[in-house]
Each structure stands twice: as structure tokens, then as C-alpha cells.
């Protein structure tokens, strides 16, 4: 496939089955207006990851990495009105974008922003409920350690959703130099090597152009989480 003929269907599938919500696309709008990287999940992973939650009856989820909160406004709408979003962003000026768009979106009351490096943030998550479900989309060199919080923060049966481990196809160069590329893989390795995950990943081709998400449950062998 060419670029062209994925963004089509890309286009397509959005048209056929996401369709378009203003608030959504003003969430896009006023990212880009911020100057924030238009790196957001496309609406059709955006979808997946409402639908996921929905399937699996998360009711509180974690997000490492919240840009402008696009996907968090997907993930705030499917866990309900009594269900709690926590999400993690290590950039002040992206924060503000993103208390802004889940204020438009009207699920700030069910949102909680909470600025700081997630490897510093995530600690202090300790002792609370865990998490249901965990959608990782932060910066790739830190994989590992948000997979490890993803278990530590769970329990047996939640779901987590890594982003970005096709990396137009650098995933599967074993020579690779990129420390992103480097730290998908590591991810990717945890996932197996790891008895508290249990995982698969898919490609995707969208309009972010060639890359993929993993999915994994953490399993039993997570018996005291958060400890
Ligand atoms: C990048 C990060 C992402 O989370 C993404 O979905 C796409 C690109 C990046 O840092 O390049
Ligand atoms: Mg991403």
C-alpha cells in the first residue's frame, strides 16, 4: 500500500465508523493552535481505545502521556460518569491545553491532570484502587518502567495498551540506533519475558503513517499490586 491508498482507507473507516465530534476536533484544533506535535492517536485508535475500555468494564484508567487529551477524552467517556480518568503528562504547557479540551468536552469532573515525569508521579499512585486499564503513550525510553508501574498499579485482569511499537517499521531492526526504537523493543521484550503480562501487538497503518499498538493483560502472577 502507498500512502495514499492507506490514508483513503484510513479516511474511510474514520467516515464509516467513528464519524466526527466537534469536540474532538476542537481538542485536535487547539493542540495544533498550541503548537503542540500532532502526534495524538488517530480517531480510529481513539475509538479502540473507548471500545476497550468499554469491553473490559474499566472504570478507572491510568494514561503515561497526555498531550492535549485527546485520547483521554475518548477514555473519559467510556468509563461513565462515575468512572475516573488519572493521567500523567510530564509538560506544564501541554497540560494546560489539555485541562482546556476536557473542559469543552465536559468530563473535567472525571479527569485528573497530574503534571510531573511519570516515573516520579507514578509512585505516589501507590495504595489507591488499582487500575483497570493502563494506555502507556509517553517516551519510548521509559516503556519499561511504565510497564512495571502498569503492573505494580494493577491487578489481574487489567488491561494495558502500548502505543507506537511499529515505528514505521524500525520495530524490527535489531540494529537499530534510535533510543525510542530501542526502548519499543525493550517494551516489547518485557511483554513476553515478563509472567505479569501476557500480550500480543498489532500494525497499523492510519494517518500517522505506518506503526502499531500492543495489547497486553496483566495476569495472576501480580497477586499483591501496589505494594
Ligand atoms: C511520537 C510519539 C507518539 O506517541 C506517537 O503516537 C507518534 C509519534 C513521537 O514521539 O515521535
Ligand atoms: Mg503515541
Known amino acids: 500500500p502507498t500512502p495514499e491508498?492507506?490514508?483513503?482507507?484510513?479516511?474511510?473507516?474514520?467516515?464509516?465508523?467513528?464519524?466526527?465530534?466537534p469536540v474532538l476536533d476542537d481538542a485536535v484544533h487547539s493542540q495544533q493552535e498550541a503548537g503542540l506535535p500532532a502526534i495524538e492517536v488517530a480517531p480510529v485508535s481513539g475509538k479502540l481505545l473507548n471500545l476497550l475500555v468499554r469491553i473490559s468494564g474499566a472504570q478507572?484508567?491510568?494514561?503515561?502521556?497526555?498531550?492535549?487529551?485527546?485520547?483521554?477524552?475518548?477514555?473519559?467517556?467510556?468509563?461513565?460518569?462515575?468512572?475516573?480518568?488519572?493521567?500523567v503528562e510530564a509538560e506544564e504547557r501541554n497540560a494546560v491545553v489539555a485541562r482546556t479540551n476536557l473542559e469543552r468536552a465536559g468530563v473535567s469532573?472525571?479527569?485528573?491532570?497530574?503534571?510531573?515525569?511519570?516515573?516520579?508521579?507514578?509512585?505516589?499512585?501507590?495504595?489507591?484502587?488499582?487500575?483497570?486499564?493502563?494506555?502507556?503513550?509517553?517516551?519510548?525510553?521509559?516503556?519499561?518502567?511504565?510497564?512495571?508501574?502498569?503492573?505494580?498499579?494493577?491487578?489481574?485482569?487489567?488491561?494495558?495498551v502500548l502505543d507506537n511499537i511499529g515505528r514505521g517499521g524500525e520495530v524490527a531492526n535489531p540494529a537499530t540506533t534510535?533510543?525510542?526504537?530501542?526502548?519499543?523493543?525493550?517494551?516489547?521484550?518485557?511483554?513476553?519475558?515478563?509472567?505479569?503480562?501476557?500480550?500480543?501487538?498489532?500494525?497499523?497503518?492510519?494517518?500517522?503513517g505506518w506503526d502499531g499498538v500492543a495489547i497486553a493483560l496483566v495476569t495472576d502472577h501480580v497477586t499483591d499490586a501496589a505494594s
Open 5 to 21: 491508498s492507506w490514508r483513503r482507507v484510513d479516511a474511510y473507516l474514520t467516515d464509516t465508523l467513528v464519524g466526527h465530534d
Open 60 to 87: 478507572r484508567v491510568l494514561e503515561i502521556g497526555t498531550l492535549g487529551a485527546y485520547s483521554t477524552i475518548w477514555m473519559a467517556r467510556a468509563v461513565g460518569a462515575d468512572g475516573r480518568v488519572v493521567t
Open 109 to 160: 469532573d472525571r479527569v485528573e491532570i497530574r503534571i510531573g515525569r511519570a516515573a516520579d508521579v507514578l509512585p505516589s499512585l501507590v495504595g489507591a484502587e488499582p487500575f483497570d486499564l493502563v494506555f502507556i503513550d509517553a517516551d519510548k525510553e521509559s516503556n519499561t518502567i511504565y510497564l512495571d508501574w502498569a503492573a505494580r498499579l494493577g491487578r489481574p485482569g487489567t488491561v494495558v
Open 178 to 208: 534510535s533510543a525510542q526504537v530501542i526502548g519499543t523493543q525493550r517494551g516489547l521484550e518485557m511483554l513476553r519475558r515478563d509472567a505479569r503480562f501476557d500480550a500480543t501487538a498489532l500494525q497499523t497503518l492510519d494517518r500517522k
